[in-house]
């Protein structure tokens, strides 16, 4: 036993390099300051790999003894090895996730928040909602037509002349050629039409919708636009009904404060017929010379839409009974309404599709 006891085997030798291998497999701070101390501590060039390589110079029991101690010491090498491998692989996944987190408030603070912001719902889409909430409390129904509509329902069934200068291509979008028959309907009124034909009076329908025609973009016009059409067959219906219904709509647009009045006009479609006013909001009716108003051009008047009572040739054509049963419709912008509603300006706002705008409404998604 002497002998060893100078050399790489002796019980201490063996210790030191034990404690020195588990010292520096606890202290590495990686897997790559590992990996050397792996190489270093139980490596072919190691220390107790080294002792190993000589344990045959010795004999018998000793030989069993040191073997013993040098395969403990190995083993205990390696299990710390593993330890640490486990717990430093476990470190590094865990700085990878720190590091690709994102921090939210980070993201908001920069700004980056905008290039993810929800989208909010048009005002034209929560402005035909909220317009045919108020007719469904009165008892309508909502109706729809096709927007690629028949030349005879866009025109001839509401009464309006082959040589009516509306019909013009100047005027109306044709649909492939102008012999095709279909347009683009100009107005919703041809739903008016269409609800006639499927249904038997008392017949109540709102019918909110997009309308085309070619005017050009400018501030106040753009050649897609939105209406509303109001339409009422019952028996013993006049135009008391249809002020008192439009004077209802109007204040729960614009309030309760708001005045209403008909102005005699023509509309092949209705008979009589009438332009439908708002006083103005601005000036309160009140604008002069001296008081200038820009909203109502110093009318005290504004025009909302077009309004009368059912002309009995289109109840006709419709197959209803003109001398039994009578009808009123109305139809109304509603981008001019929103304008009205809002005090905007300019239809630019309404037409390009701009989040700064639309989410000014408050109706974010
Ligand atoms: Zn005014």
């Known amino acids: 036993m002497s002998d060893i006891n100078s050399t790489a085997l002796s019980h201490e030798s063996i210790a030191t390099a034990l404690a020195k291998a588990l010292s520096e497999i606890e202290s590495a701070k990686n897997l790559d300051e590992l990996k050397t101390v792996r190489i270093n501590h139980a490596g072919d060039k190691s220390e107790i790999a080294l002792a190993n390589r000589t344990i045959g110079s010795l004999q018998g029991a000793e030989k069993a003894e040191v073997g013993k101690r040098i395969g403990e010491a190995r083993n205990q090498i390696r299990i710390a090895l593993d330890q640490r491998t486990d717990e430093l692989q476990s470190e590094r996944e865990e700085s990878i996730l720190i590091e690709e987190k994102v921090d939210v408030t980070q993201v908001l603070a920069s ?90 009076p008392p017949i109540y329908v709102i019918a909110p919708g997009k309308v085309f025609r070619t005017d050009e973009l400018d501030a106040t016009h753009t050649p897609v636009f939105h209406q509303v059409e109001g339409l009422a067959v019952d028996k013993n219906l006049t135009m008391s009904d249809l002020k008192g219904t439009l004077d209802h709509f109007a204040k729960s647009m ?59 040739n289109v109840l006709e054509t419709a197959g209803i009974d003109s001398t039994k049963f ?40």
């Open 111 to 200: 700004g980056r928040r905008n290039s993810q912001a929800v989208g909010a719902r048009h005002p034209l889409t929560t402005i035909a909602e909220h317009i045919s909430d108020v007719f469904i409390a009165m008892g309508y129904e909502v109706a729809e037509g096709p927007e690629a509509e028949a030349e005879w329902f866009n025109f001839d069934a509401l009464n309006i002349s082959e040589d009516h200068p509306s019909r013009s291509s100047t005027d109306t979008f044709y649909l492939e050629s102008l012999d095709s028959g279909v347009v683009l309907r100009t107005q919703t009124s041809p739903v008016q039409m269409r609800a006639m034909l499927e249904s038997k």
């Open 254 to 312: 614009f309030g309760p404060g708001i005045e209403t009045r008909f102005r005699p006009s023509f509309f092949p479609f209705t008979e009589p017929s009438a332009e439908l006013d708002l006083k103005c909001f601005v000036c309160k009716g009140k604008s002069n010379k001296k008081n200038n108003c820009k909203t109502c051009r110093n009318e005290g008047w504004i025009e909302w839409g077009g309004c009368g009572m059912v002309n009995p």
């Open 326 to 365: 009578s009808g009123f419709a109305f139809g109304i912008g509603l981008e001019r309404t929103l304008m009205f509603r809002y005090g905007i300006t300019d239809m630019h706002d309404l037409v390009e599709a701009d989040i700064r705008f639309t989410s000014r409404f408050g109706l974010g998604i």
